[in-house]
């Protein structure tokens, strides 16, 4: 279940759904069982649950949750944002089947409560939190009474993951058929605890007019195009990798990348260095070459060897127009050019120019921004202060199409997105990875698999981003503490073993 929907196209699936012959009676009933399950499986000894319930479906989902845990035995207590006069027609028949007392939805909801069910807004949430809601959140988060949220937590767009006012800081949240962008983008996905994806009964078949372009990046989206080494191949067949490294001052930012580009796969790596640097890299290398490459033309003369298929630039470059050039030689080439760090930074007064050699190649092009050397090669996608919470996902599709290339806007929730409008979210990297140099060894790991992804019946250049990065987040987290960047190549053969297995 790799598709993330957005709040639209999930209001799409349920529509389409019922168009099909499945009463939107029946999947609400299904969503709050679904819930009510998750309440009993976490807190079975809990006596008393609270339930609070807005004034759309969300609302109805929670009805529907309070009803089965009364039959569970609970002693619940359902509080109300609104009338019951103006619920949704599905959410108005199940309100007629809770027994209970219906309350106005306040602070005093929380007395006594052993768990608190938060079906107050879902995904499609489209304005801040205020008010009486805003001091209800407040005093649930404050409290130490676990909420399980209904989709998403109260407050959280599911679609951007951004906080709209306030949020509830859940336990745990329940949702439906398949997950939001919410759920995996920061900071959405910090408010949500553990997520339980419930099959409520949603038509597989409504993905096919939908047709979603966001993906969880897992390994399933791309390691049937993994290129694993095969019996009859060899070091010529794996693609030669060029990591192009900084003067002799700023070496150590190549050497990481080259390492990452060996490590995942690249049968060849050669680190094109200056020649007051030559000697300091070759003294730090062994089965990584090193090449003497002094400016733009002996990295042009390097690349027109056609069996050197993909280039890295920017870890340790340097900032100014002897990058620009290094940049705009590479781009000439026939090879996969993979852009980062000073590599994307040197273009920030220019970037037009970066694009349209981008634009006029055939080889695929990568840039690998975080959110600082995002914001100066797309100030126009960039947050602004003030502004509604912009959505990384967007801007990451966004900044691809203006491009030309695949986009890996690194953070804790890597964007990876393509000009064709695909985009993976990964939600799997370690914080561990928040340490000088794992950004470069990422640039070189997709370098490597790029190196791959130019041979025949290989790679393509998105799954092969997707694949870097999931692969980055997997060996920091088999590392664990103390993680330094020189450990995370060292950590792929535990990572490749493991998918081996799958």
């Known amino acids: ?58 609302g109805g989902d929670g009805f529907v949750a309070a009803h089965a845990l009364q039959q569970k035995g609970y002693r619940v207590r359902l509080g109300l944002l609104g009338s019951l006069e103006k619920l949704p027609a599905d959410a108005a028949a199940h309100a007629k089947r809770w027994q209970g007392k219906v309350e106005p939805l306040s602070e005093a909801l929380l007395d006594d409560a052993d768990v ?62 398949r997950l939001k962008p919410g759920h995996l983008l920061l900071p959405g996905r910090l408010y949500c605890g553990e997520i339980t994806l419930a099959d409520i009964g949603i038509l597989e078949s409504t993905l096919e007019d939908i047709a979603p372009r966001a993906y969880a990046n897992e390994p399933s989206l791309w390691l049937g195009d993994f290129p694993w080494p095969e019996p009859g191949g060899h070091k010529y067949s794996r693609g030669h990798a060029v990591i192009v490294s900084g003067p002799a001052d700023a070496t150590g930012a190549a050497r990481l990348a080259a390492r990452g580009a060996l490590r995942v796969g690249a049968g060849l790596v050669t680190v094109a260095s200056p020649e007051d640097a030559l000697s300091i890299n070759a003294s730090q290398l062994t089965a990584i070459m090193v090449r003497s490459v002094d400016g733009a033309k002996d990295l042009a003369e390097l690349l027109s060897d056609t069996r050197k298929n993909a280039v890295v630039l920017g870890p340790g470059l340097g900032v100014g127009k002897a990058a620009c050039k290094m940049v705009q030689a590479a781009l000439e080439s026939p090879a996969a050019v993979v852009v980062d760090a000073d590599g994307l930074t040197s273009f920030a007064d220019a970037p037009e120019k970066l694009f349209k050699a981008v634009k006029a190649r ?17 100030p126009d996608l960039s947050p602004k202060e003030g502004g509604d919470p912009a959505s990384k996902l967007d801007a990451a599709r966004e900044a691809a199409k203006a491009s030309g290339a695949v986009i890996a806007l690194k953070g804790s929730d890597t964007v990876v997105a393509a000009p064709d409008g695909r985009a993976s979210i990964n939600a799997d990297a370690s914080p561990w990875l928040a340490t000088a140099g794992t950004g470069d060894v990422l640039a070189g790991m997709i370098g490597g698999l790029m190196a791959q992804e ?4 290989a790679m393509p250049a998105f799954e092969a981003v997707s694949a870097a990065v999931w692969l980055h987040g997997a060996a920091a987290r088999a590392f ?23």
């Open 1 to 58: 279940m790799l598709e993330l929907l957005t709040a639209k196209e999930m209001s799409e699936a349920d529509r389409l759904t019922a168009e099909r012959g499945v009463p939107g009676y029946d999947l609400m009933q299904n969503a709050g069982d679904a819930v009510a399950d998750e309440v009993f499986r976490r807190f079975p000894q809990a006596e008393s649950v609270s339930v609070l319930c807005g004034p759309g479906n969300n």
């Open 116 to 177: 608190v069910i938060d079906a107050i807004f879902g995904a499609g949430l489209a304005r801040p939190i205020e008010g009486d809601i805003a001091t209800l959140v407040e005093a649930l988060n404050d409290s130490d009474i676990p909420a399980i949220a209904v989709d998403v937590p109260t407050g959280i767009d599911g679609t951007t993951g951004a906080v709209r006012g306030v949020a509830v800081e859940a336990e745990a949240t329940v949702t439906f058929f």
């Open 362 to 378: 055939q080889a695929p092009t990568v840039f690998t921004p975080h959110m600082g050397e995002f914001a100066r090669l797309f």
């Open 454 to 457: 130019m041979l025949d019946e």
């Open 480 to 502: 664990g503490p103390g993680l330094i960047s020189e450990d995370v190549p060292e950590m792929l053969p535990d990572v490749f073993r493991e998918l081996l297995s799958l």
